[in-house]
């Protein structure tokens, strides 16, 4: 079965800072990965995603992340937070052979940012 | 413009009541899902959908139960075999294939 491992439950950084976010996945095969974010008593919004090819993979709002199979990490950076990025993001991994887009979260990682 | 709909957004209830969430998509999917978020617990899946009239259960599917008679629905009934109802619970959709997840706004359920 596969899983995911966000290490980190809450970080906080300054406005203009760098960001890397952690996520550590398990699973045999190639997985495919997602960065997800969501704002208080909202639902979830897909950051990028991670199917196959190219490791580096850019998403919305500036974001970024790197899949190392060797390190089975998939973790989300960048280069200067903005305020409004303050939110709770979410790793998620899937994989076609179990059962299509049903995917597996790790628990979030809490983002405070600082003026 | 396409999306998924849940409502009510917030739900109060009394212990021992049933409730039933409404969980409605226009992506044409066939894949719906039914995820719990408590704080601290990511999200964890109660049951799934891949077709019209199937379902399978996910990881904590106990008091909880869910019907798929149109492809665009998908509600689910909290029961009052649910110890610890009080959650926001998060409707998604995708594709059966691989592929990302389409998320509803949430419902906030409150059990007094």
């Known amino acids: 079965a596969q899983s995911v491992t966000q290490p980190d439950i809450h970080i906080t950084v300054s406005e203009g800072a760098s960001l890397e976010l952690r996520c550590n996945y398990s699973?045999?095969?190639?997985?495919?990965l997602f960065w997800y974010v969501q704002s208080p008593g909202q639902g979830l919004q897909l950051l990028l995603k991670?199917?196959?090819?190219?490791?580096l993979v850019q998403g919305i709002k500036g974001f970024e992340a790197e899949f190392k199979r060797s390190q089975s990490s998939f973790n989300l950076r960048k280069p200067s937070v903005h305020w409004s990025d303050a939110a709770e993001y979410f790793c998620?991994?899937?994989?076609?052979?179990?059962?299509?887009?049903?995917?597996?979260f790790g628990e979030g990682t809490q983002l405070t940012v600082n003026p | 413009d396409g999306g998924i709909t849940q409502s009510p957004k917030y739900l109060f209830r009394k212990e021992g009541q049933n409730v039933t969430l409404s969980c409605e998509q226009n992506?044409?999917?066939?894949?719906m899902y039914w995820y719990r978020q408590d704080p601290g617990q990511g999200l964890r899946l109660i049951y799934y959908?891949?077709?019209?009239?199937?379902?399978q259960k996910g990881d904590i599917a106990e008091g909880y139960s869910v019907s798929r008679e149109k492809k665009e629905s998908f509600p689910l009934t909290v029961t009052s075999a649910q110890k610890n109802p009080t959650a926001f619970y998060l409707c998604?959709?995708?594709?059966?294939?691989?592929?990302?997840?389409?998320f509803g706004e949430g419902s906030r359920l409150t059990v007094l």
């Open positions: 998604a959709s995708g594709s059966r294939r691989a592929g990302e997840l389409f």
């Open positions: 699973y045999g095969a190639t997985p495919y």
């Open positions: 991670y199917f196959s090819g190219d490791t």
């Open positions: 998620a991994v899937g994989a076609e052979e179990t059962s299509g887009s049903r995917l597996t």
């Open positions: 992506l044409n999917h066939d894949a």
């Open positions: 959908s891949q077709i019209v009239n199937d379902f």
